[in-house]
Each structure stands twice: as structure tokens, then as C-alpha cells.
Nanobody, 124 residues
Framework: QVQLDESGGGSVQAGGSLSLSCVAS????????MAWFRQAPGKEREFVAG????????SYSDSLKGRFTISRDNAKNTVYLQMHSLKPEDTAVYYCAARGGSLVYSNSLRYDYWGQGTQVTVSS
């Protein structure tokens, strides 16, 4: 069982930056793949970015590449999402997710563990 605890959400004006963190309560953090998803009101949950445990290889949603950066610190059991040049359409609840294995999937059904989510609001 893996518990995930996100933090760092909040409100920011368009063009601003935010950094999210997700701490995983597990002794095997260095063997699980981590990802961020988001869900805006009335929309489906969408993949933002993921990072494998092997060599920290990262994958991004094509539409977000260049503005968002995912990273992990295995010593702290933490995965981060740095978001820059934020737009109002980035407003959503952001979820941290985890799965066993080294592959990053954009399909949310592939992930076994989820955090409670943290709200990000970008105003114009």
C-alpha cells in the first residue's frame, strides 16, 4: 500500500509559476513510477507528466511540454511538478499517482495509488 500526499497548490495569476510536491509513504519509492494528472471541472482526468524509477526518465503531455517539469528525489520519497507560464486553462485539481514498475503510462487506469488532489487556480 502506498499513501500519497500532495501539497503546493494555490492561486496564481496567468504567467506565474507554482511547484507541487507529493510525498509517498512507502519503503520502496525507488521502485515505483510516479505521475501527475489533472482534472478540470466537467472534464476527464488527463495525464500531465510521469517519471520512472529507472534513470528518472520523464514523459510529458505534448501540450504541456516545455512549461512543466517533473522530477523526483528518492531520498525524500518525493516527486515534484514545477509549472511555469501558467494559463487559466491549467486550472484544475492536480493528482499524484503511483504504480509499480518502471514504465510511465498516460492512462490513469494503469495507476494503483492516488493522492487526494491539490487545487491549482490560474486567474487571467
Amino acid at each position: 500500500q502506498v499513501q500519497l500526499d500532495e501539497s503546493g497548490g494555490g492561486s496564481v495569476q496567468a504567467g506565474g509559476s507554482l511547484s507541487l510536491s507529493c510525498v509517498a509513504s512507502t519503503r520502496t519509492f525507488n521502485t515505483i513510477t510516479m505521475a501527475w494528472f489533472r482534472q478540470a471541472p466537467g472534464k476527464e482526468r488527463e495525464f500531465v507528466a510521469g517519471i520512472g524509477w529507472s534513470f528518472g526518465s520523464a514523459s510529458y503531455s505534448d501540450s504541456l511540454k516545455g512549461r512543466f517539469t517533473i522530477s523526483r528525489d528518492n531520498a525524500k520519497n518525493t516527486v515534484y511538478l514545477q509549472m511555469h507560464s501558467l494559463k487559466p486553462e491549467d486550472t484544475a485539481v492536480y493528482y499524484c499517482a503511483a504504480r509499480g514498475g518502471s514504465l510511465v503510462y498516460s492512462n490513469s487506469l494503469r495507476y494503483d495509488y492516488w493522492g487526494q488532489g491539490t487545487q491549482v487556480t490560474v486567474s487571467s
